[in-house]
C-alpha cells in the first residue's frame, strides 16, 4: 500500500480529537491555572464530568497537603514560559486520592486568536507508586520474617540517638541470638529453621511496645531499639522476651529446641548521637556473647 499517496488524499488529523481521545488526562487552563477545557480522560479520573471542571482549578482537586506546591510549578511557568514536571495527589470526587504525575507546558498566544496559556497531562501513576512503595520496603526488611533488616535498624538506631542528643532521653539496644540453632538446621533441615525464626519474630512482635524496633540483622541474631529508655526498662524487657520465649517450639509436627540469648547495651542521654551508634551495639554483643556462655 502506498501510504504516501494515500495520506495525501486524506484530510490533516483533528487535533481537537486528539484532544478529547487521549487516553491520560489533558487540560487547558489559563496561566493562573483556571480550567478552560478537560478531556474525558481526566475527568475520568476525578470522578468528575469533564464540563463541570470548567471555570475551577486543578487546585481545588489537589491535596490540601500539595497544593503549595502545584501553586509554585504554576506561577513558575508564568515567570520561565517553559515546561515543568511535578508529582502530587489528586482527590476524586469520591473521596480516593490519587498519586498523579502533572507535566505542564506554557503555550504562547497568538494575537488576536488565542491568550497565552498552559497545557497540562495529568498521568495516574497509582501502578508506579505501589511499585515503588514494595520496593523500598523490600530494601528496607528482611523478606522471611518481615522484621525490618540490619539496614533499617541503624537507620532506626541513629533516629533514637539523635532525639536522645537533642531532648537528654536513654537509649537502650538489645542484641538476641537464638542458642542451638545451628543443630535445628543441621538435624530437621533449613526449611524448619527457617520456620524457627519466623517464629522467633512473631514472639518479638507480641511482647515490644510500639515504640521499639526489632530486626533481623542476619542469620539467627535479632535486635531491639528501645528508644527513650532506660536501663532497668530494657531489662524488664529482655525477662519479658525470656518468659515469651518458651525454650522449644512446635513447628508442624516438630518440636525443636531453641534458647535465647539476650545482651543490652545502653547510652545516656544527651550523648553524641555517631560516637554512641558503634558503641552501643558493641556493648549488646558483649552482654549477648557473654550471657550465651553462662547459658552453656
Known amino acids: 500500500m502506498d501510504l504516501e499517496g494515500a495520506t495525501g488524499t486524506l484530510p490533516p488529523p483533528d487535533l481537537g480529537s486528539a484532544f478529547t481521545n487521549s487516553p491520560m488526562g ?31 482549578t486543578l487546585f481545588a482537586v489537589t491535596h490540601p497537603e500539595d497544593v503549595a506546591g502545584a501553586v509554585a510549578v504554576c506561577t513558575g511557568l508564568q515567570e520561565s514560559r517553559g515546561r515543568a514536571r511535578h508529582e502530587c495527589r489528586m482527590v476524586r470526587s469520591d473521596g480516593e486520592v490519587v498519586p498523579v504525575q502533572v507535566t505542564s507546558s506554557w503555550v504562547d498566544g497568538t494575537p488576536g486568536v488565542a491568550a497565552p496559556h498552559l497545557v497540562l497531562v495529568v498521568e495516574d501513576v497509582t501502578d508506579r507508586k ?3 512503595a514494595r520496593l523500598l520496603h523490600l530494601s528496607a526488611h528482611d523478606p522471611l520474617t518481615g522484621l525490618p533488616n540490619r539496614l533499617l535498624f541503624r537507620d532506626r538506631l541513629r533516629h533514637a540517638l539523635e532525639r536522645g542528643h537533642r531532648e537528654h532521653t536513654p537509649t537502650c539496644v538489645l542484641v538476641l541470638d537464638l542458642d ?3 543443630a535445628v538446621n543441621d538435624q530437621f533441615g533449613h526449611p524448619v529453621g527457617d520456620a524457627v525464626l519466623v517464629a522467633v519474630a512473631g514472639h518479638l512482635a507480641s ?3 510500639a515504640s521499639d524496633t526489632a530486626a533481623r ?3 539467627d541474631e535479632f535486635a531491639v531499639v528501645c528508644e527513650n529508655t532506660e536501663r532497668a526498662d530494657a531489662e524488664v524487657l529482655a525477662a519479658r522476651l525470656r518468659e515469651a520465649f518458651p525454650g522449644s517450639l512446635s513447628i508442624g509436627s516438630t518440636t525443636v529446641r531453641v534458647g535465647l540469648s539476650i545482651g543490652i547495651g545502653s547510652v545516656d542521654g544527651g550523648v553524641d548521637p555517631e560516637e554512641a551508634q558503634e558503641a552501643v551495639v558493641r556493648e549488646a554483643d558483649a552482654a549477648m556473647y557473654a550471657d550465651k556462655a553462662r547459658r552453656r
Do not use: S
Request: without cysteine.
Open 26 to 56: 489533558v487540560a487547558l487552563t489559563t496561566p493562573e491555572g483556571v480550567l478552560i477545557e478537560a478531556n474525558a480522560a481526566l475527568g475520568e479520573l476525578l470522578g468528575r464530568e469533564p464540563g463541570t471542571l470548567r471555570g475551577t
Open 130 to 132: 505501589a511499585l515503588e
Open 180 to 182: 542451638g540453632f545451628k
Open 207 to 209: 511482647v515490644l511496645r
Open 217 to 219: 540483622l542476619g542469620g
